[in-house]
């Protein structure tokens, strides 16, 4: 009963009582999050922006086109779709334009376009007028983690007027996460302690650094050399980077590269390339490890203002849609960032999983850390795990994490586990029958055996030593995502060379090929400790595919000659 309560139920197509507008619930929540207390209705003047996403002409298409330039069995593989061709797919049909118009001017509205087909559009109301357009409550609830306050409604109608042309109204019935992102584990510290090393190898055991990850997979000091090459990283939250770190960290780590080795900056939503802005280490760790590992490649940091603050997805839609608008989108993706699924209505949750599918039918590899806390401490319930978002869409990359080496072995806070809004992807159904054969029984109940699995790879994702007015150590798959990010990028590389497509969307060549270019990690497992008093748990790291480190840590030699590169 209790799950029930605190799990947002979706109905559809649920025709409310008698109103002149003959208005359907579209989205409603039985409760607001657990984390999340009503504090009476908002102010009726307050201006607040609505996103709507416009039914699109031919959704499932993308996702077919995706699988189809993906699969290594297709004959369309590596035949990425370009920006037009995708545009054609998702753009709403005229009658849909023509009901959201009509709409818009009965009701003296002007939308904003926010993607690049027209699917999302904005408008900014009263928080009054929007509870007359779309039969709402719009409400102030306070978040009892954060203190901060935010304004939803626990359900929404459309009228007559927009069913089957407005799938969704944002935001609404999405909660924030409960507790403040990144994943990154700020489990930073001043770095003091010096080890024994072994002076045969660069890595230690209190230092990740380049030349360990140089050594550990194989990745060359060789500059990349294609001038279409690219790599995106995501930043999100106030994490900043700093280009006069990344030169100390490039001239201790990389004395063979020009220190003044640079990335390109994108802002959106307020985001500003401010040199004097305090640093929160993420920002520092995507940008020294990226620049610092995929030599010589176009780097840029996609960095979002402050307006995501807020943590319901409404950044990473804004990430989309710019991304999205390029006519070359970067050929990889690396970000740090994520949530919980549950608090997120399934349907906004796949408006931007199917905006991830867009792009990897661009040919972008998209890849996310998987998240630093284990199986997820209930958020739904004390017993259940929980899968974190956006690593539970099955078009993305989903990266964990491990420690030491030879041989590595599961960080324990490596995310992993099942999505309860995706089932199982076609392409990862062998890998995880056999794990579910083998281990399913193991903390059965407490996840959701049919859900998509994840992380799909892994890499290291402890101690990475990090510069900000001091080297110090950091943590998490935060870690991991930026390092797989670069290698693939090196890949990629390689590939345009040879004038051949890039990698694009992972997942269908790995399950089926990639595999074999990974090292199998089997020691190690992602118990964490919920609650004090409370026996850890998690998964184990074990033979083949495993919840804590998917397929695997990437070897760059066995990825080349899989690649005939
Ligand atoms: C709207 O929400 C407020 C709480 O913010 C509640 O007191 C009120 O009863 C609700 N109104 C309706 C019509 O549901
Ligand atoms: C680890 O990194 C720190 C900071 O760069 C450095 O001072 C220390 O010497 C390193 N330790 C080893 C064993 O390399
Ligand atoms: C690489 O860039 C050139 C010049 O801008 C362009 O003509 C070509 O289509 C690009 N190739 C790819 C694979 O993006
Ligand atoms: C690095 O790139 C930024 C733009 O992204 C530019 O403003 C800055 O001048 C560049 N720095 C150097 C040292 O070239
Ligand atoms: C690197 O990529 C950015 C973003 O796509 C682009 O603006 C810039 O011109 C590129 N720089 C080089 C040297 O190709
Ligand atoms: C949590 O979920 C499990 C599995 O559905 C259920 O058996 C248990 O009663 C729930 N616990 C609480 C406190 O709701
Ligand atoms: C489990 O996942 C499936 C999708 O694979 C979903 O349909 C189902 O609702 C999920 N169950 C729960 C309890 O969330
Ligand atoms: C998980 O790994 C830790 C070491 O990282 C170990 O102490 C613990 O016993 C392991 N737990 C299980 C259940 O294997």
Redesign the pocket.
Known sequence: MIVKALLPFVFLGLVCGASSANFRVREKLNAAPHAFTSVGPASPEQTITLRLALAQGNAGGVVDALYSVSDPASSKYGQHLTKQEVESLVAPKSDTKDAVDTWLKTNGLTATTLSPAGDWISIQVPVSKANELFDANFTTFTNQNTGKDVIRTLSYSLPEVLQGHVDLVHPTVSFPASVELPLAAKQKRAFHSIVQRDPSSACSADNTTIPCLQELYGIPLTPATQ?NN?LGVTGFFGNNAHRDWLKIFLQTYRPDMDPDTNY?F?GFDGGVDDPTAPSVSEGELDIQYTVGLATNV?V?YYFGGIDNQDGDLSGFLDELNLLLS?D?P?LVLTTSYGRSESGLTFDLVDKACQAYAQLGARGTTILFASGDSGVGCGQINETLFSPTFPSDCPFVTSVGGTQSFSPEEAWAGSSGGFSNYYARPSYQDAAVSAWLDAHGSENAGRFNASGRAFPDLAAKADRFIIYASVFFPIFGTSASSPTVASIIALINDRLLAQGRPPLGFLNPWLYSTGYQALTDITAGNSSIQCAAGEAPRGFDAVEGWDPVTGLGTPNFDKLLSLLDL
């Open positions: 001038k690219s390109t994108v176009n840029t390029l070359t970067p």
